[in-house]
T-cell receptor, first 112, second 114 residues
Framework: DTAVSQTPKYLVTQMGNDKSIKCEQN?????MYWYKQDSKKFLKIMFSYNNKELIINETVPNRFSPKSPDKAHLNLHINSLELGDSAVYFC???????????FGPGTRLLVL | AQSVTQPDIHITVSEGASLELRCNYS??????LFWYVQSPGQGLQLLLK??????LVQGIKGFEAEFKRSQSSFNLRKPSVHWSDAAEYFC????????????FGKGTHLIIQP
């Protein structure tokens, strides 16, 4: 069984479009995250949600809006896509204060 | 603010040789430390983690890491690498709260020579 899953795996779209990436975890974790990995493979936290409440928003443009319908899901909606949004987006989840995070397979977004 | 430095961008090792990947962190309190591995086109897999206790931690795939508070380091080691170990390796630090997210180093790309 997949612990943290993301859809789609690949996403190719035009500038200015709006797109969503979905994330689901079946680990029963309370906290979920979105990370962005740029072309140089640098990983940076974007958002953190704990029990459906936003905890962290790390200077992410407001074109990015996370939505957590329940504890098992954290979706990422992106408005007015820009070339610089091209990256790999990873969802992750964790349960306890140890911070051990389990990552999804990533969504490779290419904005043309 | 916490930070992680991986000083080696690329490392090349012969198959069967030993490996050490360096990681230095900056954090005020006792950190939670992690090593993740990312194979090409794949997600991140947790290799091992340190929270407290024994400073030498064992992980999966024959990896181990040693936490040295005096050097603010958490270096990853493997006694004998395999060609399948070729990947990107990331060191990360978390503060005490699980919801704070991880701060990653920039990664070390490991190349295995036959």
């Amino acid at each position: 069984d997949t612990a943290v899953s993301q859809t789609p795996k690949y996403l190719v779209t035009q500038m200015g479009n709006d797109k969503s990436i979905k994330c689901e975890q079946n680990l029963g974790h309370d906290t979920m995250y979105w990370y962005k990995q740029d072309s140089k493979k640098f990983l940076k936290i974007m958002f953190s949600y704990n029990n459906k409440e936003l905890i962290i928003n790390e200077t992410v443009p407001n074109r990015f809006s996370p939505k957590s319908p329940d504890k098992a899901h954290l979706n990422l909606h992106i408005n007015s896509l820009e070339l610089g949004d091209s990256a790999v987006y990873f969802c992750a989840s964790s349960q306890d204060v140890s911070g051990t995070q389990y990552f999804g397979p990533g969504t490779r977004l290419l904005v043309l | 603010a916490q930070s992680v430095t991986q000083p080696d961008i690329h490392i090349t090792v012969s198959e069967g040789a030993s490996l050490e990947l360096r990681c230095n962190y900056s954090y005020g309190a006792t950190p939670y430390l992690f090593w993740y591995v990312q194979s090409p086109g794949q997600g991140l897999q947790l290799l091992l983690k340190y929270f407290s206790g024994d400073t030498l931690v064992q992980g999966i795939k024959g990896f181990e890491a040693e936490f040295k508070r005096s050097q603010s380091s958490f270096n990853l080691r493997k006694p004998s690498v395999h060609w399948s170990d070729a990947a990107e390796y990331f060191c990360a630090v978390a503060s005490g709260g699980g919801a704070d997210g991880l701060t990653f180093g920039k990664g070390t790309h490991l190349i295995i020579q036959p």
